[in-house]
Each structure stands twice: as structure tokens, then as C-alpha cells.
């Protein structure tokens, strides 16, 4: 397991020196993006769907990301209500999302394989409701033009979401016990094959060190916050919960996970200038994350 894990710090290493070497730049990394988001998630969940039968006491992973979502969202508001404007908008967007498909599924795949992706994708599919539907309107909603939304936009989000749309579809293929042809199967195992390299040299590509020391003590205090209830809520539904043991961890691991990668367009759209500061919380969490993993995986086990 040590080995894996080196291996995946090597990735993001890879893509952190291209970066400083000019052999990459950050901007290159919004079509590397695009293609892990669009093509090389959407091939994983295909074929993880499709080996793997999906239980429907699984659809509960997705039921509690939705309801820890909106708990964890309203504790934050309650906590950062007394900021101003603009960063209390940008700590409640950051407070509920994870990062699933670019950070957790390489990692998760090399622990438990195909049927760890499986109950991470139910756990990603509550996760993609709450950044593409709440998250958006809590970004439009502090924003300097404020709500401006309209349901069709919301249900567009939902709708272009390629990786959102595939958990959709698949899981219903794979309830109804439907099965996609093999050809098209192995093409997509092929293109699956990319999703953990690119994923982790894109994590490189965008890793920067530079702090703000304005932001300093609202980086600390939404750390402490994001990680504190995530690890209470995910030991007291570890121990309460009846599922099996991968159910367990999916949550316990799950509500440690990073934050969402959505969160940095969400705010260049609605014209934040807190982009720095949302980009080195990012960078904190996934090494944070990566820890957390790393131990999981070496100690507990």
C-alpha cells in the first residue's frame, strides 16, 4: 500500500514540477479538466457500474451526503454568519462539497477496487447534487449581483453534467440488471485507464504554496470546522449505522474528503475576488485528505 501511495504523490509531483519547469501551465489544466470530467470519470463509473451490482441499500449513501450537505451548510452559516458579505459566501459554498471523482476514486481504486468505486459513486451522486444545485445558489446569492437564478438554469446545471447524468444512467442499467455491449465496455475500460494518471497531475498542476496572511485565521477556523464535523458525524454514523463495513467507510472517509473542485469556477463566474483564497484551501485539504487517507489505509485496514 505504501508503494500505491507514493506512486499517486509521485503524480502530483510530476505535475507540480512541470508546472514551475513553464514545461505546464494552470491554464492548461482546465482541458485536462474537462477531459477527466467528460470523458476518462464518465468511462470509470461505466465500467465500475457495470461489474459491479449495486444494492439498493447503496441509494442511502446518497440520501445522507444530501442531509449532511444542507446540516453541515446550516452549521457553517451559524458560525460564519458574522463575516463579511462576500467570504461568509464563499466559506458556505466551500462547507458542504467534496472532491470524489478527481481525488477520492484514484485512491479509492487502489484500495478497494471496483467495488469501492461503486458505493463512492452513490456517495458522489448525492455529493454532485449539492455542489451543482445548492452550492450554486448559495455562490449566485452572495455574490455583488446577488440571486439572479432561475430553475431552468439549475435543472441546465444538472442536465450538462456528464458525470451527474452517467451515475443516472448506470445505476438504472444496473437495477434493472442490464448490461451495456461488451465493445463499447472495453473501449471505455481503455478510456478509464487515463482517469487516475490525469487526475493526479492535475492535483499537481494546481498545488500552490502562497498564503494570503489576511486569510490566515478564517483558513484555520474553516479547517477546524470542515474536519472536526466531518469526523464527528462520520464516527457517530459509523458506529450507528447496521451496513456493512464498506458502507462505513465510504461515509467515515467520504465526509474527509477535500473540497469540492467545483467550487474555484463556481466563484470565477460569479466574479469572487476571494479565488486565492479559495485555491490554497483547496491545496490544504488535499494534502490534509491525503494524510487522512494514508493512515486509514497503513492503520486501520
Known amino acids: 500500500m505504501n508503494q500505491e501511495f507514493l506512486f499517486l504523490l509521485l503524480l502530483i509531483m510530476v505535475g507540480y514540477v512541470f508546472k514551475r519547469l513553464n514545461l505546464l501551465k494552470e491554464k492548461d489544466g482546465e482541458a485536462m479538466g474537462r477531459i477527466i470530467f467528460n470523458i476518462t470519470l464518465p468511462a470509470l463509473i461505466i465500467v465500475t ?9 447503496l441509494l442511502l449513501l446518497t440520501v445522507i451526503v444530501l442531509i449532511y450537505g444542507m446540516l ?12 463579511e458579505k462576500e467570504l461568509k459566501g464563499t466559506l458556505l459554498m466551500l462547507a458542504p462539497g467534496y472532491n470524489v471523482g478527481i481525488f477520492a476514486f484514484p485512491l479509492v481504486q487502489t484500495i478497494w477496487g471496483a467495488e469501492g468505486l461503486a458505493y463512492f459513486g452513490m456517495f458522489d451522486a448525492g455529493n454532485a ?25 439549475i435543472l441546465k446545471k444538472f442536465g450538462t453534467s456528464i458525470p451527474l447524468m452517467t451515475y443516472f444512467i448506470v445505476s438504472i442499467l444496473n437495477y434493472c440488471h442490464l448490461h451495456l455491449p461488451s465493445a463499447f465496455i472495453d473501449f471505455a475500460t481503455i478510456l478509464s485507464k487515463a482517469n487516475m494518471p490525469l487526475s493526479f497531475l492535475l492535483l499537481g498542476l494546481y498545488l500552490n504554496f502562497k498564503f494570503e496572511k ?31 463495513e464498506m458502507f462505513k467507510y465510504t461515509i467515515l472517509i467520504g465526509l474527509l474528503l477535500p473540497i469540492g473542485s467545483s467550487i474555484l469556477p463556481f466563484a470565477l463566474e460569479f466574479k469572487y475576488s476571494t479565488t486565492r483564497f479559495i485555491g490554497t484551501l483547496t491545496n490544504m485539504t488535499i494534502i490534509i485528505s491525503m494524510l487522512i487517507l494514508y493512515l486509514f489505509a497503513n492503520f486501520i485496514l
Open 72 to 83: 453541515s451548510l446550516f452549521l457553517a452559516w451559524l458560525i460564519f454568519r458574522k463575516e
Open 49 to 57: 457500474f457495470d461489474t459491479v451490482k449495486v444494492e439498493p441499500s
Open 129 to 153: 447534487f449539492i455542489l451543482f444545485g445548492i452550492v450554486y445558489i448559495i455562490g449566485s446569492y452572495y455574490s455583488k449581483e446577488g440571486l439572479t437564478l432561475k430553475p431552468k438554469i
Open 214 to 244: 489576511l486569510y490566515i485565521k478564517p483558513m484555520v477556523k474553516f479547517l477546524l470546522f470542515r474536519y472536526g464535523t466531518g469526523l464527528l458525524f462520520g464516527l457517530i454514523l459509523y458506529f450507528l449505522l447496521p451496513f456493512n
